[in-house]
């Protein structure tokens, strides 16, 4: 068994009200930012998964995704693998 680390990034669907990105870019203008359209809020889970190769990782990482961290009606998910982080007293 080996362990692979693994980002699931979820957005809002291109289409659905995404009231936290409306916030977030109705803010900008009183930050002095101009130029930035198009915000999108969403979130990012990280985890580690022990498995025997990385596709077995992935597929665990993807149901996870599809069944607990995402609503597939109104929010699209990505999958990214990342590196893992160094042991402590290396």
């Given amino acids: 068994m080996s ?8 957005t809002p669907k291109a289409g659905i009200l995404d009231p936290q990105g409306r916030a977030v870019e109705g803010s900008l ?17 990280e985890l580690t998964v022990e498995a025997g190769s990385e596709g077995e990782a992935r597929a665990t990482v993807e149901r996870l995704a599809r069944e607990l961290f995402s609503n597939p009606l109104i929010e699209a998910f990505e999958v990214e693998r990342v590196e893992l982080p160094a042991e402590v007293g290396r």
Avoid: C, I, K, Q
Wanted: aromatic fraction near 8%.
């Fill in 3 to 10: 362990a692979f680390r693994f980002a699931v990034n979820v």
């Fill in 29 to 45: 203008g009183h930050l002095g930012v101009e130029g930035v359209t198009g915000v999108r809020v969403g979130r990012r889970v």
